[in-house]
Structures are given as structure tokens and as C-alpha cells.
């Protein structure tokens, strides 16, 4: 069993930026960052391989946002600049069965909590 916990979101002006961790209990596989705004299906948003070197991203995020990880730290993060309201969601980590990504949820057994963030002026 592995425990995710997300942490850095907040509030943040349109065009602003924020970082977010996810600290994982164990070593993880390929894993994933998902979001879900008020009234939607959670979605993807970017995915990265269990060595990092595969990363992916949804059109909506590509060149805004940036999926890392550390595997000493047992760490994943999600950098997201030029944040847009449409960005507003509560995101979560999640970690793969497998060690390549996948933006199947099924595939993801794993799931933290969630961290709000919210991008308003």
C-alpha cells in the first residue's frame, strides 16, 4: 500500500504561478498528476516515467506546466505557470501500476487527497 500526500496549493492570481508536491510513503512507479474542477470529471494532466525521462501533458497545459520527480525523495511535483481561471481544480497525485504512463485512471491504484488550487483576480 502506498500513502500519497499532495501539499502547495492556494490562491493565485491569473498569470501567477504555483508548485506543487506529492510525498509518497513508498516507491512508486510511473505517476501522474489529475485534476478535477467544480462540476467535472477529474482529468488528466501530466504523466512521467518511473526513470523521468517519459513525460506528457495535456494540450491545455503544454508549456505552462512541468511534471517532475525526485526518486531518492520519493517525491513527485507539478510546476504550473501562467495560471489561467480554467485551471482551477483540486489536483491529486497518483501512482501506476506500471512504470511507463499512462492517462488511464484505471491504471492508477494509488491516489492522494488533493490540494485546491484556485486561480481568480
Known amino acids: 500500500q502506498v500513502q500519497l500526500v499532495e501539499s502547495g496549493g492556494g490562491v493565485v492570481q491569473p498569470g501567477g504561478s504555483l508548485s506543487l508536491s506529492c510525498a509518497a510513503s513508498?516507491?512508486?512507479?510511473?505517476m501522474g498528476w489529475f485534476r478535477q474542477a467544480p462540476g467535472k470529471e477529474r482529468e488528466p494532466v501530466a504523466i512521467i516515467s518511473f526513470t523521468g525521462t517519459t513525460k506528457k501533458y495535456v494540450d491545455s497545459v503544454k508549456g505552462r506546466f512541468t511534471i517532475s520527480r525526485n526518486n531518492d525523495r520519493k517525491a513527485l511535483y507539478l510546476q504550473m505557470n501562467s495560471l489561467k481561471p480554467e485551471d482551477t481544480a483540486v489536483y491529486s497525485c497518483?501512482?501506476?501500476?506500471?512504470?511507463?504512463?499512462?492517462?488511464?485512471?484505471?491504471?492508477?491504484?494509488?491516489w492522494g487527497q488533493g490540494t485546491q488550487v484556485t486561480v481568480s483576480s
Open positions: 513508498a516507491t512508486t512507479l510511473a
Open positions: 497518483a501512482a501506476a501500476k506500471g512504470v511507463n504512463p499512462t492517462y488511464s485512471q484505471r491504471e492508477y491504484p494509488y
